[in-house]
């Protein structure tokens, strides 16, 4: 059973820059790289969405539109973490920013929809004041 816990959230001004970071637990080392991993956010009265995912390996990404150019997503295998590092944080980004785990049969894949991701942490709040 894989286990996700996110921290590193807060407040920050708009501006600003924050890293969020997720632990997995529940799985080896070497099981690790078998997840592609997934950020996604939730703001208040809004649905879910998906902000960024990383391959197995950490080689390819995916962001969405919107955050482009400020964040990046990234991963240590060898440590069961995967980071989220928010630069130029605007109030639109405020939200609780959830990790999640996918089963991945390729290093290829970088998955979008929620409906891949089989894992979930309990989310983190991130809140940027203007």
């Known amino acids: 059973q894989v286990q996700l816990v996110e921290s590193g959230g807060g407040l920050v001004q708009a501006g600003g820059s924050l890293r969020v970071s997720c632990a997995a637990s529940g799985i080896t080392g070497i099981t690790f790289n078998r997840y592609a991993m997934g950020w996604f956010r939730q703001a208040p009265g809004k649905e879910r969405e998906f902000v960024a995912s990383i391959s197995r390996s950490g080689g390819r990404t995916s962001y969405t539109d919107s955050v482009k150019g400020r964040f990046t997503i990234s991963r240590d295998n060898a440590k069961n973490m995967v980071y989220l590092q928010m630069n130029s944080l605007k109030p639109e980004d405020t939200a609780v920013y959830y990790c999640?785990?996918?089963?991945?049969?390729?290093?290829?894949?970088?998955?979008?929809?929620?409906?891949?991701?089989?894992?979930w942490g309990q989310g983190t709040q991130v809140t940027v004041s203007s």
């Open positions: 999640a785990a996918a089963t991945s049969l390729s290093d290829y894949n970088v998955p979008v929809a929620e409906r891949w991701y089989a894992y």
